[in-house]
Each structure stands twice: as C-alpha cells, then as structure tokens.
C-alpha cells in the first residue's frame, strides 16, 4: 500500500497568519490526492480534492498544490474556525490510504 | 443531496463479531462506491476498504484482509460491514462514506460522510 506521510504533526498560529501542512506519498500519486478537515466531535469534511480543485462552498483561503509525491495544503489569514486536524488521502491507487493527520490550533 | 444513515452503537465482547450497515438516499446514479474508515479514540483515520457498489468490487486494507467484509445491496441503497474476531484494539468509530465516481475512476474518496457508528469492544 502506498504510505502517505504529514508534517508538522501539529501546529499552532495565529488569526491571520499563513499555514502550510505537507502531504509526502511514498511512491508518485499524481495527482489523485485529497484533503480533508474534522473539527472535534465531527465527520470530516472535504475541503480539496484533485491536489488543487476546491470543493464547492469551501472558503478560497484553502488552496492545495502539488504531484507526483509531494503536495501542500495551505491555509490563508487563518480564522478561529479553521481549528481542525487536517488529513490528507490518496486515491491514485485502489488502496486509499490517509496521512497521520496535523492538528492546526489557534493562539 | 446525498445522505449516509448509519446503524446504531455496539458494545460486543472480544471474540465477536460486528455488523454495521449504511442507508444511502439522495443519489440519482448506481455509479458510486461506499469506502470505511474508522477512528479510534483520540487516533486519527483509518482506511479500511471500499466496495464499487455497482459492480461489487471490493478493495480492502492489508491490515483487515481475513477480518473484514463489505456487502451492498443496489435495490435498497445500503452497504454494510461486518468485522470479525473483535479485540480492544477494535474499538472505535466507524464511518461509511460515498465515493464519488467517474465510471471505474475515483473522483473522490469520501465525498458524503454518515454520522458514524461506535464499537466497543469489552469484556
């Protein structure tokens, strides 16, 4: 199964700041990756798919990036709201494996 | 829009096995495939396999191949899972979710979530 791996692990920033969550595939994915958002006690939700294609209804502060092996969530002007662990998941194979997960919290 | 009802919490004894089913309604195309994740507690999403629900294909994580098992049933639009030979280590949420599909390609892995489903493993 292809292993996906994200970094930091957690983090902490303030409101208005700029984050950047790492997604690393242990073989290329291309760019069949998606990211998701869970807040505490919640389903997740889909916030990017396609490395880059924002889902519908998600604010434009999300953006995604990357192919191949290494892909980049970045969360701009950072709200309280935004408090979450973040996962990434690849679907470039039929095994759809998740990252570890970066809990984002707020200062 | 889609929706995803899943059955009720269980408490079950090590050794025992689990079934949890998935009602979907909302949709207007067969073409899409129902995946499992769990979530143990504090821990963080686990793949554990998914089923085309059209063609009954199924793809499972390594870790629960011999242990788990997917069904659906396209008259009624529900999926199920059952999950066999339950340790501690089992216990968790549960969640069914819809993938999204182009033909034989996934669009998206879990595009609409069900609430989940809380197995207890216990003795």
């Known amino acids: 199964d292809i292993e996906m791996t994200q970094s930091p692990s957690s983090l902490s920033a303030s409101v208005g700041d700029r984050v950047t969550i790492t997604c690393r595939a242990s073989q290329g994915i291309s760019n069949y990756l998606v990211w998701y958002q869970q807040k505490p006690g919640k389903v997740p939700k889909v916030l990017i798919y396609a490395a880059s294609t924002l889902q519908s209804g998600v604010p434009s502060r999300f953006s995604g990036s990357g192919s191949g092996t290494e892909f980049t969530l970045t969360l701009s002007n950072l709200q309280p709201e935004d408090a979450a662990t973040y996962y990434c998941?690849?679907?470039?194979?039929?095994?759809?494996?998740f990252g570890g997960g970066t809990k984002v919290e707020i200062k | 829009q889609v929706q995803l009802v899943q059955s009720g919490g269980e408490v079950k004894k090590p050794g025992a096995s689990v079934q949890v089913s998935c009602a979907a309604s909302?949709?207007?195309?067969?073409?899409?495939?129902i995946t499992w994740v769990r979530q143990a507690p504090g821990q963080g999403l686990e793949w554990m396999g998914w089923?085309?629900?059209?063609?009954?294909?199924?793809f499972s994580a390594q870790n629960f191949q011999g242990k788990f098992t997917m069904t659906a049933d396209k008259s009624t639009s529900t999926a199920s899972m059952e999950l066999r030979s339950l340790t501690s280590d089992d216990t968790a949420m549960y969640y069914c979710?819809?993938?999204?599909?182009?033909?034989?390609?996934?669009?998206?892995?879990?595009?609409?979530w069900g609430q989940g489903t809380l197995v207890t493993v216990s003795s």
């Open positions: 998941q690849q679907y470039n194979s039929a095994f759809l494996t």
């Open positions: 089923i085309n629900v059209k063609t009954g294909n199924t």
């Open positions: 909302g949709h207007t195309s067969d073409n899409y495939g």
């Open positions: 979710a819809r993938v999204a599909l182009i033909g034989d390609l996934v669009v998206i892995p879990a595009v609409n």
